[in-house]
């Protein structure tokens, strides 16, 4: 195709040269064509939606893979960007696999009677967990209504009082034997409930304090001495009582225990015949009928207000003290869990152990013991979003530990770092048997390959989501059936078949590619619902190209305040671009700015300024610490295109400067380099640069253009400009050769460019960019290196060596 070269007086021959000349692109070039043929259908309503996942048999087959192996350490790791239906195919993939495997056993924590601070973990098939729950409900229903009324029975009062009266009997005894030496000595002894107590005696009849002053002090010393005599007596007699008390005390509660283990066996009896077949449920049996004695003493009886106790304070201490706390619930032949835990942290994961204030002390049990999804997703399927895994304190490492022990430890790790001091529980260990599916990106993923020898172990299934897929007739019409279950799935309207290739356009270009759809599913998702509000506001029936191409405008409205107001600064001249005419040492580069979910392409000033000199190519960004890695790069490298195509024969010696103009951000990419480039000649030789051109692509040491990124918001960014002061028909973009597959670019672009209002020029090589923007051969060179006399390469040479010559004259 001929090349259309801008000039400011016509000029219909073309340059003299051998080299290829740029391409300048037709319109039809500059989108992806979707004919109707390809699309079989007039909307949406005469397809059926899509089952699965578009495009991604790779995935699909890893994650076969991952969920069939049951190895330890095959794991899953997801990965491939946000938004391309990732996390919603897994999770519909696990539950319907879990949905036909067996469903685990339920585990649940009682309560450990020889030590509580260590409750112990019990496993139940699903369809015993209610039955258990039901009968120690029961059982504590029976054991309410049965205490106290049991030690009401006349047999227990019966046994009760032969305690009672062997305790009284010795009592009496030992006291009637100090009564009876108090009468002889002509003492009275008085006794209470809580006192015994001596008083002298006359005829028979106790003496008053007045009436024992009237004694003689003989009389009332005998007194004294014989009342002495009877309490050290007394002392004597009962200094076995508290022996009598304890005798009588452990006789009552050995009777207490043997009446309430004969009243509780039977209650017990139902359950253990309702789980004969399991020994670690019987044993704990064992251990409860071993305690409960002593828990219904206490509870039921012994409180001496409790009469005053309501029914329900009773009952709660019994489930407290009973009542199995369950971890997880599976209903019968539900399948294997899978659990979703959107926030990670510690104890969402582990579980937690919940406090509660006591008289000012924190206190806890077994029953405050909240299961995490560990525990939930045990037996099954537990997925969890690696970024936040990784972002929240031990719980990396403490998931590590988990999966390779096999074991579920619930602990505080708070507790260990000495960050709180409360004695705390210490359940025991569940056996642990789950398949954790990590999602998250590439980095992320490559990142714990490098750094974490157990993540090697551990994740050893890998799915890999693609982020496009090839734009052919299958995935054509398997892209209209999957919008088609969206708008199913979310009451949307069906959309035109011109809408479809709306969407497969805007999907093509979140791809940046012609011949490619992208995988990023969810942002074209709310476009649809974006489009489908539209269209109820204009009460139309289906969604058409209309409401797509207005929910995308919106979308550029909400989100294009800060690239207006650059455009404001570029069309009143506060940033300096032109559009039109020639200036040496300057051109429009090409850039690309992203803020948030939204990018867009700006024209920016590239200047050049070259001296004798031996600093070489000075990068200005790079200086100020503005120009990033790889900007920095692609200013170097024209240090070695320069030396190596024209400096073969005499030294390099120039001083030049390249400044990214009104640019106070950083820069980076080398996507400038090519512009650069050719504005660094233009000042070399004092050849000005046509205006009506921006220009973007990046270039090697040997002057090959290589693609770069953004191509469309670039040439769109610089349309908007020659617009908005008026097309000449000259204006146009250079872009490399290689990027011409990458080109979607808006309609009102690809008028311009079927109007002859508006070129895209594709080059492969910098004599071609030079041609274009210089109006002048590049020149070819000889076989001996040197450039035709008049072209632009030969220029260069001359100007060089008259550089480095005056370096010589220096130094001579």
Known sequence: MSTNIPTDTPDTSAPDTSASAATQLPANKLYRHISNDQLPFANTSEIEAFQGVLGQDRAVNAIQFGVAMERPGYNIFVMGEAGTGRSSYVQGYLKSEAKRQSTPDVWCYVNNFKNPREPKSLALAPQQASEFKDHISTLIDQLLATFPAALEHPAYQQKKSAIDYIFNRKYDKSIETVEREAHKRGVALYRDASTISFTPMRDGKALDETEFAQLTEEERDTFHDDIGDLEQMLSEQLSELPQWKRESSDALRLLNQETIKEAIAPLLTPIRESFAEQPDLIHYLDEMEEHLPRLVLEELVDDKLLELREEYVKRSSMEESLMPNFATRHAADSGAPVVYEPHPSYGNLFGRIEYASDQGALVTNFQRICPGALHKANGGYLILDAEKVLSEPWVWDALKRSLQSGQLKLDSPYSEMGLINTT?????????????????????????QEYDEDFKRLFRAVVDFDSDLPLNDDNLLGFSRLIKSRLDEQGHADLTRDAVIRMIQFSARLAEQQDVLSARIGEQFDLLAEADFIRQLAGDTFIERLHLDRAIAAKQERTGRVYDKLFEQMMDGTVLLETSGKAIGKINGLTVMALGDTSFGSPARITTTVYPGSKGVVDIEREVSLGQAIHSKGVMILSGFLGNRYAQKFPL???????????????????????????????????????????????????????????????????????????????????????????????????????????????????????????????????????????????????????????????D
Request: hydrophobic share 40%; net charge negative.
């Open 424 to 448: 705390s529980l210490l359940p025991e260990r569940i056996p642990l048997q789950v398949k954790l599916v990590l999602i998250g990106s590439r980095q992320i993923y490559y990142l714990l």
């Open 653 to 811: 010696a120039i001083s030049a400067h390249i400044a990214m103009e009104q640019s106070y951000g950083y820069i980076d990419g080398d996507s400038a380099s090519l512009g650069e480039l050719v504005c660094l000649i233009s000042a070399l030789i004092h050849e000005p640069v046509d205006q009506s051109f921006a220009i973007t692509g990046s270039v090697n040491q040997y002057g090959e253009v290589q693609a770069i990124g953004g191509v469309n918001e670039k040439i769109e960014g610089f349309f908007r400009l020659c617009k908005a002061r008026g097309l000449t028909g000259k204006q146009g973009v250079i872009i490399p050769a290689s990027n011409a597959n990458n080109l979607l670019l808006k309609q009102e672009v690809i008028d311009a460019v079927n109007d002859g209002e508006f070129a895209v020029h594709a080059v492969s090589h910098v004599d071609q960019a030079i041609e274009l923007l210089l109006n002048r051969e590049a020149g070819q060179a000889s076989p001996d290196g040197d450039f035709p006399e008049g072209s632009v390469n030969g220029d260069i040479i001359k100007r060089l060596e008259e550089i480095s010559k005056m370096g010589e004259k220096k130094s």
